[in-house]
């Protein structure tokens, strides 16, 4: 595999020698990249995230214990909520939390308040969630922007649990025997969301094989031309050198604006190995194992 990325970056013998193969090689070869390309940048990215997952997932049971009171009983039958507290009861911000700019308007992350109206209750509280008797309400993000919308959303009728400290302690406990499985699904996550972009590639790719194919098209006499899936599958060559070089600028931590830069890169690897003129074919040598084949 070294040697066909060697290849594929620049050997003008190599790209005349494309001509002899079929279109799935190409597809096979730029899969396999893909894979290469997407494997880097999980591990990369693993690195630092799948630590900090863990830290997390370790301190999540005392976190959610240190923010839940310890006297504070919630109690939801059929739907309808009742406390043990006096109301209305104020959860207060987590320190990591309240250092965050999106809580410079809460107050308190949890207010509970049975008798209040839903919107009208929220706006009085300024806090992240208002549980009132029947309904949850809640901040969310837009959909329309960066603005927080207000959620206000019901209850099921047939809702029934007890939440308290000793039911979390349980819960905590149960779950944090599946915490071992989350790190690998996390990295398999990873890998995945690298993998479906690099391939989607393959697609991106028509735009530069469009644009080569209409170079060659204006650069060559009409019985010397390239097929329109000639061109595709050297771009699916050339296209090596470009992303090679973009998933170093990220495992380096740099993520410039480059526009078009896998176009213009994949376009300048093909105008240096595959000749604009026939000319430049004659004058060039065959590799020696294809001295009898048809040249690009």
């Given at each position: 595999m070294f040697k066909?990325?060697?290849?594929?970056?620049?050997?003008?013998?190599f790209y005349r020698s494309l001509l002899e193969r079929p279109l799935s090689w190409s597809l096979f070869y730029f899969f396999k990249l893909a894979i290469i390309a997407a494997l880097i940048l999980t591990m990369?990215?693993?690195?630092?995230?799948?630590p900090?997952?863990?830290?997390?997932?370790?301190?999540?049971?005392?976190?959610?214990?240190?923010?839940?009171?310890?006297?504070?009983?919630?109690?939801?039958?059929?739907?309808?909520?009742?406390?043990?507290?006096?109301?209305?009861y104020f959860i207060d911000?987590?320190?990591?939390?309240?250092?965050?700019?999106v809580s410079e308007d809460i107050d308190h992350l949890l207010v509970i308040d049975t008798t209040a109206e839903p919107l009208a209750g929220y706006d009085k509280y300024n806090a992240y969630a208002l549980l009132t008797d029947r309904h949850l309400v809640?901040?969310?993000n837009s959909n329309l922007g960066s603005e927080l919308a207000v959620v206000v959303q019901p209850l099921a009728d047939n809702l029934t649990l007890t939440i308290n400290r000793e039911n979390l302690i349980t819960l905590f406990d149960h779950l944090s025997r599946y915490f071992v499985i989350i790190p690998p699904l996390f990295v398999l996550g990873l890998f995945i969301s690298s993998l479906i972009p690099i391939l989607a590639v393959a697609l991106y790719l028509l735009l530069p094989a469009a644009l080569l194919w209409l170079v060659y098209a204006l650069t060559r006499p009409k019985g010397r031309r390239l097929t329109f899936g000639n061109i595709y599958?050297?771009?699916?060559?050339?296209?090596?050198?470009?992303?090679?070089?973009?998933?170093?600028?990220?495992?380096?931590?740099?993520?410039?604006?480059?526009?078009?830069f896998l176009t213009l890169v994949t376009?300048?690897?093909?105008?240096?190995?595959?000749?604009?003129?026939?000319?430049?074919?004659?004058?060039?040598?065959?590799?020696?194992?294809?001295q009898n084949h048809t040249t690009v």
């Open positions: 066909l990325i060697k290849q594929s970056i620049y050997n003008p013998a990369v990215a693993s690195f630092t995230a799948v900090a997952l863990v830290n997390v997932l370790s301190d999540l049971k005392g976190e959610v214990l240190n923010i839940y009171p310890a006297e504070l009983e919630i109690v939801i039958e059929n739907g309808q909520v009742r406390s043990n507290v006096s109301e209305p911000l987590p320190p990591v939390l309240a250092d965050q700019e809640y901040r969310q599958r050297t771009t699916l060559q050339a296209v090596t050198l470009g992303l090679l070089l973009k998933v170093t600028l990220i495992g380096l931590g740099l993520s410039p604006y480059l526009p078009f376009i300048a690897v093909v105008l240096f190995n595959v000749p604009l003129t026939v000319k430049e074919i004659e004058n060039s040598p065959a590799p020696e194992s294809e």
